[in-house]
Nanobody, 124 residues
Framework: QVHLVESGGGLVRAGGSLRLSCAAS????????MGWFRQAPGKEREFVAT????????GYADSVKGRFTVSRDNAKNTVYLQMNSLEPEDTAVYYC?????????????????WGQGTQVTVSS
């Protein structure tokens, strides 16, 4: 079992930055790949970023590539999402998720454990 808790969300103006954190407890965090997803009102949950167990491999949605950076600190059992140049279209609830394996993935069905989410609101 893995318990995930996101933090760092909030209200920011367009062009601003936020850093989300996801603290993990339970099963060995360093053995699993992690992902970030988001869900805007009235829309389906969508992939944002993923990072492998080691942190060497990463992947991003086209909509955030070049603006968002995913990273992890296995010593702290934490994964991060640095979000720069935020746009109103980035407004959503952001979720972190954990796989059971070490490799990256972009599909919701590939993730087993989910956090409760943190709200990010970007004003124009």
């Amino acid at each position: 079992q893995v318990h995930l808790v996101e933090s760092g969300g909030g209200l920011v103006r367009a062009g601003g930055s936020l850093r989300l954190s996801c603290a993990a407890s339970g099963r060995t965090f360093s053995s699993t790949a992690m992902g970030w997803f988001r869900q805007a009102p009235g829309k389906e949950r969508e992939f944002v970023a993923t990072i492998s167990r080691s942190g060497i491999a990463t992947g991003y949605a086209d909509s955030v590539k070049g603006r968002f950076t995913v990273s992890r600190d296995n010593a702290k059992n934490t994964v991060y999402l640095q979000m720069n140049s935020l746009e109103p279209e980035d407004t959503a609830v952001y979720y972190c998720a954990a796989r059971l394996v070490a490799t990256v993935a972009r599909e919701i069905v590939d993730y087993v454990y989910w956090g409760q989410g943190t709200q990010v609101t970007v004003s124009s």
